[in-house]
């Protein structure tokens, strides 16, 4: 089983960005798709962006389309997500998944615990 640790979420204010990093540990031989998803107070968690092993494939919700980026350095078991032109909708806690269906189903066997990331008005 893979573990997933995240990093860099914080207080930003609207138009700023943030640059999120997830690691993966333990069970990382395994060519996985890695990605994130985000859940706001009452809401449902959802899919944000996902990206393949080898980083030829990408898939965004249309909400972060053109302004969130994902990458992934294979060598350090690493994925991020380069946050810009942060709206105060983009409020929520951020957490980094991983699974071999993510990029097709949208679907996470693995999730690490969350960072928060708020953007004020």
């Known amino acids: 089983q893979v573990q997933l640790n995240e990093s860099g979420g914080g207080l930003v204010q609207a138009g700023g960005s943030l640059r999120l990093s997830c690691v993966a540990s333990?069970?990382?031989?395994?060519?996985?798709?890695m990605g994130w998803f985000r859940q706001a107070p009452g809401k449902e968690r959802e899919f944000v962006v996902a990206i393949s092993w080898s980083g030829s494939m990408t898939d965004y919700a249309d909400s972060v389309k053109g302004r969130f980026a994902i990458s992934r350095d294979n060598a350090k078991n690493t994925v991020y997500l380069q946050m810009n032109s942060l709206k105060p909708e983009d409020t929520a806690v951020y957490f980094c998944a991983a699974g071999s269906r993510l990029i097709v189903l949208r679907s996470a066997d693995a999730w690490g615990q969350g960072t928060q990331v708020t953007v004020s008005s």
């Open positions: 333990g069970y990382t031989s395994s060519r996985y798709s």
